[in-house]
């Protein structure tokens, strides 16, 4: 798991000032172990949108409860599959490991993720 910036704080609460990058299964079950609330950002190389969506996640990270991460869907197949990935980026928030929201239809606004993160801290 790669992550340049401590945390801030611990619970549900703001927790990484940027996105943590997930480069295998082993940092997936580090990150819902340590966290409550997820989102999780399935990208590849190369994709214009998941190139665009990195200052908006840099934006959630900052100001939403839980922790946004990101995987590469190439690079971690295993995950990819269990989400079933079809188109990138995909974004998934999770509570407690499960799933609670899905955005997979392209760019999504800063302000969309953040009030389905607080949205789903508030349960």
């Known amino acids: 798991m790669t992550d340049s910036t401590p945390p801030e704080s611990t619970g549900d609460g703001p927790t990484t000032r940027s996105p943590v990058e997930l480069t295998d299964g082993t940092d997936y079950d580090d990150l819902l172990a340590t966290h409550d609330l997820v989102l ?29 991460a990101t995987v590469n869907a190439g690079l971690v197949p295993d995950l990819t599959a269990e989400f079933d990935v079809r188109s990138v980026p995909t974004l998934v928030v999770l509570r407690d490991g499960e799933a609670v929201a899905r955005f997979d239809d392209g760019f999504q606004q800063a302000d969309t993720l953040v009030d389905a993160l607080e949205a789903h801290a508030a349960q």
């Open 40 to 68: 999780l950002e399935f990208v590849t190389s190369g994709c214009g949108i998941c190139a665009s969506m990195e200052p908006v996640l840099g934006a959630v990270a900052r100001s939403a409860p839980g922790v946004v």
